[in-house]
């Protein structure tokens, strides 16, 4: 899943034992049907057989078909539009997280927007609040040892960022929420405690009676802080075999979640490169089983950001692709795909060496992704499945050919069918931050192919730019065109109103606004 790093505001994120959290809804929900996903922006992507399911920023989204039709759960029934944070399957289970952001003095705050799961592979739902406690602090049994835990009572900076699920338990990764277990489908939840950054594993045979807090903030209480009790991941191999990706590190344990051992970019000879780990995958193939992590560096200035991965269970590691923000991990076979801010790569032969995808262009619709930036990443068979702020988009890969010879382009659109007009989105936009699209639609007369110009013009009628000239378009489609904010001379314009110009073949010209705003 796409995953932000987050300063931790201080805020009093109050800890105790987790008290039920009853699920409020449980009902048949089909979803509603659309040619589109639900939202431009991806954050997950989960492929289970035909089935592609989509976290996007504004709710979940599932095609069975390819991307022809879209199965969208936002707006109805236990699910509101809030974005999906993370997506776990095990079977028929489906279980999702919500996040949304709020305001908190001033500052923009993730904040958990609860758990949906399905027990009949999206049939009904039910939906859980954010996992949260009551008291202030709390204490909890570790063996014989009594450890002292913060309770958290608010979904402010609680938001969940990964799930993983085993035969018996839920296991949700949340950032201020830390890492938490169900055995009852979210009925009640257990705090998991992981080493604090003073010790590099826990056991409950060991003497740690009140040694260290479970507590990812100091706040007003008068705890210990521990990145490595702020989770961004987690991961189930088996269901003893797990691992947690915190801001301190990776967390292993074998027994089931008891006991814990830490792997951390200061504490290994062979280490991971990063301690902030937003992302964890186990490849399997040939008897050969790797440990996939997404590492990112956290405040020692010796960690750099890229993928570290280990085939020794966690004794060793091997970094790759430094330099490189990863978001996501997708495995096909002996075929790694790492989501990243630089695009798509992918890897046959064990992070050796690494092809990144070329532009991806849609060569029916025209549809192209103007950032590189890739947060999901999903395979099926051949398939892979990858999204991010540009949309959706899928190819067939192949050895001969990687990332395919076409990719196809998911992008969502108010249609304008038959009628004779245009807009443009985002609007305003921020040409730093992406750019502006300029959605029109083609008459079906039987004329074929349309030569179409767009230009773009500042307030005073003064041409500013010619996005395209003369193009030639298919009759019966919608199209975007991209303006990136900068003029003919490929400088950046000035904060203000745009107007452009659609002009189709000798037809009477559309006119729309855009607002410039830096």
């Known amino acids: 899943m796409r995953r932000t790093l987050y300063v931790f505001l201080g805020i009093c994120l109050s800890w105790g034992a987790s008290f039920a959290q009853l699920p409020k809804h449980h009902q048949l929900e089909s979803g509603w049907s659309s040619p589109f996903p639900r939202s431009n922006t991806v954050n997950d992507i989960l492929a289970r057989q035909d089935s592609i399911?989509?976290?996007?920023?504004?709710?979940?989204?599932?095609?069975?078909?390819?991307?022809?039709?879209?199965?969208?759960?936002?707006?109805?029934?236990?699910?509101?539009?809030?974005?999906?944070?993370?997506?776990?399957?095990?079977?028929?289970?489906?279980?999702?997280?919500?996040?949304?952001?709020?305001?908190?003095?001033?500052?923009?705050?993730?904040?958990?927007?609860?758990?949906?799961?399905?027990?009949?592979?999206?049939?009904?739902?039910?939906?859980?609040?954010?996992?949260?406690?009551?008291?202030?602090?709390d204490t909890l049994t570790y063996g014989a040892n009594k450890i002292r835990a913060l309770s958290v009572t608010v979904p402010q900076q609680n938001i969940t960022f990964d799930i993983a699920l085993t035969s018996t338990a839920v296991w949700t990764a949340s950032w201020g929420g830390m890492l938490r277990k169900s055995t009852d489908l979210g009925v009640t939840w257990s705090r998991v405690i992981l080493p604090p950054d003073s010790l590099d594993a826990i056991k409950p045979s060991d003497s740690l009676n009140f040694v260290f807090d479970l507590s990812p903030s100091a706040g007003r209480l008068g705890l210990t802080a521990n990145n490595n009790h702020l989770l961004f991941s987690v991961y189930a191999s088996d269901d003893s075999t797990l691992w947690a990706g915190t801001a301190g590190g990776i967390n292993k344990s074998t027994d089931g979640g008891i006991s814990?051992?830490?792997?951390?970019?200061?504490?290994?000879?062979?280490?991971?490169?990063?301690?902030?780990?937003?992302?964890?995958?186990?490849?399997?193939?040939?008897?050969?089983?790797?440990?996939?992590?997404?590492?990112?560096?956290?405040n020692d200035p010796d960690e750099t950001k890229g993928v570290s991965f280990t085939e020794d269970g966690g004794e060793t590691w091997k970094t790759t692709l430094l330099g490189e923000w990863a978001h996501n991990i997708g495995i096909r076979d002996?075929?790694?795909?790492?989501?990243?801010?630089?695009?798509?790569?992918?890897s046959s032969d064990f992070g050796n060496s690494w092809i990144r995808s070329g532009s991806i262009v849609d060569p029916a619709n025209l549809q192209r992704f103007a950032s590189s930036?890739?947060?999901?990443?999903?395979?099926?068979?051949?398939?892979?499945?990858?999204?991010?702020?540009?949309?959706?988009?899928?190819?067939?890969?192949?050895?001969?050919?990687?990332?395919?010879?076409?990719?196809?382009?998911?992008?969502?659109?108010?249609?304008?069918?038959?009628?004779?007009?245009?807009?443009?989105?985002?609007?305003?936009?921020?040409?730093?931050?992406?750019?502006?699209?300029?959605?029109?639609?083609?008459?079906?007369?039987?004329?074929?192919?349309?030569?179409?110009?767009?230009?773009?013009?500042?307030?005073?009628?003064?041409?500013?730019?010619?996005?395209?000239?003369?193009?030639?378009?298919?009759?019966?489609?919608?199209?975007?065109?991209?303006?990136?904010?900068r003029d003919d001379n490929r400088s950046l314009v000035a904060n203000g109103v745009y107007f452009y110009r659609v002009e189709i073949g000798d037809q009477s010209p559309l006119w729309g606004k855009i607002m410039v705003l830096k």
């Not at 995958?281 to 790797?290: A, F, G, P, S």
């Not at 013009?457 to 009759?475: C, E, H, K, W």
Request: hydrophobic fraction near 35%; glycine fraction near 12%; charged fraction near 15%.
């Open 373 to 485: 930036e890739c947060y999901g990443v999903g395979t099926h068979g051949d398939t892979v499945w990858i999204g991010g702020p540009e949309g959706i988009a899928y190819t067939i890969d192949s050895p001969e050919n990687p990332f395919g010879s076409v990719w196809h382009i998911f992008r969502t659109a108010n249609q304008l069918g038959s009628k004779k007009q245009t807009y443009a989105f985002p609007n305003p936009f921020a040409p730093d931050n992406e750019p502006v699209r300029i959605h029109y639609s083609l008459a079906s007369d039987g004329s074929g192919m349309h030569n179409v110009s767009i230009r773009i013009f500042d307030y005073a009628m003064l041409p500013v730019r010619t996005v395209i000239q003369n193009a030639s378009r298919l009759g019966g489609k919608e199209y975007d065109e991209i303006w990136n904010g």
């Open 260 to 298: 814990w051992r830490k792997f951390s970019h200061q504490n290994q000879a062979h280490a991971i490169s990063g301690n902030f780990v937003v992302a964890l995958k186990e490849q399997q193939w040939n008897n050969r089983r790797i440990m996939w992590a997404a590492t990112i560096n956290a």
């Open 53 to 137: 399911w989509v976290g996007t920023e504004s709710g979940l989204s599932l095609t069975v078909n390819g991307g022809i039709s879209w199965i969208n759960y936002a707006g109805s029934g236990t699910f509101d539009e809030k974005g999906i944070s993370a997506i776990a399957m095990r079977n028929n289970s489906i279980w999702v997280a919500a996040g949304f952001s709020t305001k908190l003095n001033g500052e923009s705050v993730q904040t958990g927007g609860g758990l949906h799961y399905s027990t009949d592979h999206g049939t009904s739902w039910s939906f859980i609040p954010q996992p949260v406690d009551k008291g202030t602090v």
């Open 334 to 346: 002996s075929i790694v795909y790492i989501a990243a801010d630089g695009g798509i790569l992918r």
